[in-house]
């Protein structure tokens, strides 16, 4: 299927120029580029087409609040970028770190190493990640990366669907505590759904604001 090109510009530009803002996005995704260049090399490049995407993660990591009310994204709960795989999403919350204020801080933990922490260490991982190790006060921000990449496993024989006990428990801390957490995954809805069960999928809804990529966006590896 053709897109026209112009046409897709057009949309675009009317997606990114209704925003009235205080900070100046277009000079925000130069600085992006540049960190993005030092962080993955010379051919990172922040592509227009992602524009609306990426002005939604800015006024949410920078907490700007009259931009966030336009685009309805609710500044208490955390982010769930959805996307095709290659289209930019892990690379994007890495970035997001370097404009998040200090108390916003979070880190980013693919799936696949909490899965292969669980079969070394057992249940004691989903506390880890949830409601923080046994020796710190509080638990942390986390960006869960690559959600649906990790197996069902065994630990003992006994199969455990590590993902989603652990935001199972981080729904609890975020009701009791505020706690954010951030995903990023290439499942639908439907998907997370199959995989975790519908009491996740329910939660995640209180959770989490849903920012995805278009689903025929090309792979940019």
């Known amino acids: 299927m053709n897109h026209n090109p112009t046409e897709q510009n057009t949309s675009t530009q ?23 260049v030092e962080l993955y090399g010379n ?32 500044l208490n709960k955390g982010i769930l970028l ?30 696949r190493d909490i899965s292969f922490e669980f079969i070394q260490d057992g249940y004691q991982i989903i506390h880890k990640y949830s409601k923080g190790k046994l ?4 638990p942390k921000t986390i960006c869960f ?3 649906g990449t990790e197996n069902n496993l065994k630990y003992y024989g006994n199969e455990c669907n590590v993902m989603a006990e652990i935001l199972l428990s981080r729904y609890d801390i975020f ?18 759904e199959n995989v975790y069960g519908n009491r996740v999928r329910s939660r995640l809804r ?4 849903l920012i995805a990529f278009d689903k025929t966006i090309l792979d940019k590896r």
Not at 96 to 111: D, N, Q, R, S
Not at 206 to 209: A, S
């Open 14 to 36: 009317e997606q990114t120029k209704t925003i009235q803002s205080h900070y100046s996005y277009t000079e925000i995704i130069v600085w992006l580029e540049k960190k993005g």
């Open 43 to 74: 051919h990172f490049k922040i592509l227009e087409s992602d524009y609306p995407i990426i002005y939604k993660l800015i006024a949410y990591f920078l907490k700007d609040e009259a931009t966030c009310f336009q685009y309805n994204i609710n």
């Open 82 to 111: 959805s996307g095709p795989v290659g289209c930019g999403k892990t690379s994007l919350m890495n970035l997001m770190k370097h404009l998040t204020a200090t108390e916003h801080k979070f880190f980013v933990k693919p799936c």
């Open 135 to 138: 020796y710190e006060s509080e």
């Open 145 to 147: 990366d690559d959600l």
């Open 175 to 192: 009701t009791a505590k505020k706690i954010q957490t951030h995903i990023t995954t290439n499942l639908s809805a439907s998907e997370i």
């Open 206 to 209: 209180e959770m989490i604001n």
